[in-house]
């Protein structure tokens, strides 16, 4: 998924993860959260897709039965100590799946993040996105 950089707020007014989760689940198109604003991701153009489709199809065969387990960009990924919640092109998690309250959404565990970059996602992806993913403890 492409962010328009920097991500453009749907609204100033804040939201508590609650509201923000009750509207993620019930919408058809992906927002990320952080801080209490929610984030519009737009659709990724077609050599995107390709990049991240093969990157993905390359790991699972080679961690076919291994303990790790990669997921596409559909996957949630949330970091509680900064409040993210974000769709990365690919994860990985390895062993046990954590999740928030045992949601099977968001997932808080994940010791690989794969994001391909774009003209229009790069600077946000190397930057501030890169820090908040370095909050992740796995």
Do not use: W
Not at 65 to 83: F, L, V
């Amino acid at each position: 998924m492409e962010v328009k950089e920097p991500a453009i707020a749907y609204s100033k007014q804040k939201i508590s993860i609650e509201a923000y989760l009750e509207m993620e689940n019930a919408s058809p198109e992906k927002h990320e959260y952080y801080q209490g604003e929610v984030f519009a991701m737009s659709g990724a153009k077609l050599p995107h897709n390709t990049i991240a489709g093969n990157l993905f199809v390359a790991l699972a065969n080679r961690l076919k039965g291994k303990k790790c387990k990669p997921y596409n960009s559909d996957q949630r990924i949330h970091i509680e100590s900064n409040t993210l919640f974000t769709y990365p092109d690919i994860s990985i998690v390895c062993g046990e799946v954590l999740t928030l309250n045992d949601d099977e959404y968001n997932v808080l565990n994940p010791a690989v993040i794969v994001e391909v970059l774009s003209k229009s996602t790069r600077n946000y992806d190397r930057g501030e996105k890169f820090k908040l993913y370095r909050n992740i403890t796995t």
